[in-house]
């Protein structure tokens, strides 16, 4: 079954009971025993809930891994799985990683023992430099945010397995849909489902799949026993937003081509980053082991206050701290992903206080396109002097 059909029809398409053609919202925190010697499928929800079992198990067949998980928050979902880890273990994580892995590795983790070294997961030879005796996993998202450097998943894999370490891999930008890391020789898959996967700007959720049972078991022992499962009226918003998930990253991944090389061609641009342009250093990478782009790119305007005079003039996208959604959504990384960050370790990373990010929304191209030659006509005019802040 090829990807588009597998998403309507992989698994839990029908309700088995009544036939319904979307899975029903289980609102139930319990579930009767008919027969105390006989016990149900399901007993209490944060063990398991028919609903969310629905959306575990698309994920899982989406990501041809054995089991799916939901949990509260993409957050969740990466801290419940940094939970398989105990006192005493070393984890190589990238270190473009997401703002909020980083917080939970060094202000929680670090504290329970667990010791992390970052590294450029692009450059191999640091990787394998960098993993120790006491390694246990390494941490990889391709590609990265924002400048969108592309990690070789299964080098990767193929170093980690060499040592008996896994792989984990955050697929939140590309999607099964463009990149599926198990099949790469990956052993978990994270997705924070708030973007692509829900799609919509209107939940909060975290996926993880296991390509093994055996690391399954151990993450439902942690999802049951920690308990940031997703609630069922999520759950059934994600289902809902997972049909149309190739549908609509063909459209927006198709605009963000336009738009990367409009960009790119644009004299009051200095840099565009998007791995479907051919001068992108991870373009051949990506092209290997990812079936598509994706929807996010990211560009220099060159300083600050071009950056306020493009957000002040810009009409159709959100300026917000998201990607992923129906909707083209604006964000600037130096004053809300990565502030954060020390200027010079920003600047270092191509995060410059002129970079803006931009994910794609299905709005049409040329209003997209018309609206962004306007504002940066706007950052062209002469700029006031003085600091500004970022509505
Ligand atoms: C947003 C995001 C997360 C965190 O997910 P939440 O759903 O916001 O908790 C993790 N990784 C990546 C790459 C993200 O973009």
Known sequence: MNFATKLLHGSNAIDGVTGASSIPIYQASTFHQFDIDQPNTFDYARSGNPTRQALEDAIAVLEGGTRGFAFASGMAAIS????????????????????????????????????VTFVDTTDLKA???SILPTTRAIYLETPSNPTLKVTDIAGVCRLAQAQGVLTIVDNTFMTPY???????????????????????SDVVAGLVVTKEEELGNQLYMIQNGFGAILGVQDCWLVMRGLKTLKSRLDVSTKNAHKIAQWLDRHPLVEKVYYTGLTGHEGHAIQNRQSSGHGAVLSFDVGSREKVKAFFDAVQLPLVAVSLGSVESILSYPAMMSHAAMPQDEREKRGITDGLIRLSVGLEDVNDLLADFEQALAACARPQTLKRVGVK
């Open 178 to 200: 463009y990149q599926r890391p198990l099949e790469l020789g990956a052993d978990i898959v994270i997705h924070s489902a708030t973007k692509f996967i829900g799609g919509h």
């Open 80 to 115: 419940s799985v940094f939970m398989l880890f105990s006192a005493g273990d070393h984890l190589v994580v990238a270190e473009d990683v997401y703002g909020g892995t980083y917080r939970f590795l060094t202000k929680v983790l670090s504290r329970m023992g667990i010791e």
């Open 127 to 129: 990787v394998e430099a």
